[in-house]
């Protein structure tokens, strides 16, 4: 990959990764600490997990990217390499549904208000859970083939098979 492509490619990747942890980090507190998000307690609960998801996504799979660039190879070990697109993917499966969940509950909102407000921080949490339960379902049998293949990855024997992300 050339110079300019490789620094394009870091400073998007950067500003992604700095952009994610600061803005969820902010959510986060902002509602757990202040409570300063003022919605209806369901979706207040979504939109921690949702931005939770998210942390989890940057953690495992941003943040990495940006230190693969910048050394020209993976540096995180076998285990990491293997395992780290499907927790991307699971994040994101998570993510994506948890948007649907939160959709749902402002509909639910509108067609509902009297309900809309009796609703408790544990429907949202019930809600939440049964979303990252369910989303790890089809990860699974893929989860556990890529284990099965760093198992008898043949750079494992004391020195390190470099397996680059790009």
């Known amino acids: 990959m050339n110079l300019l492509a490789r620094g394009v490619l870091l400073t998007w990747t950067t500003l992604c990764g700095v952009t994610s942890l600061t803005g969820n980090t902010v959510v986060l507190i902002s509602s757990l600490k202040y409570r300063a998000i003022s919605l209806d307690k369901v979706s207040v609960c979504l939109i921690c997990h949702l931005a939770a998801s998210d942390l989890i996504y940057t953690c495992i799979y941003i943040l990495p990217t940006i230190l693969t660039i910048i050394c020209d190879r993976w540096v995180y070990g076998d285990f990491l390499c293997v395992v780290s697109p499907y927790v991307a993917l699971y ?3 998570v993510s994506t549904l948890i948007l649907c969940g939160l959709a749902l509950s402002k509909l639910t909102c509108l067609i509902w208000p ?3 407000m009796v609703r408790s921080t544990r429907t949202g949490k019930v809600i939440a859970r049964s979303i990252w339960a369910v989303s790890i379902l089809p990860f699974l049998p893929f ?3 890529g284990l099965q293949y760093y ?16």
């Open 91 to 93: 994040s994101a499966t």
């Open 114 to 116: 009297l309900r809309a």
């Open 151 to 166: 198992q008898k990855m043949p750079g494992r024997n004391g020195h390190s098979a470099l397996i680059p992300l790009l």
């Open 143 to 145: 989860m556990h083939s």
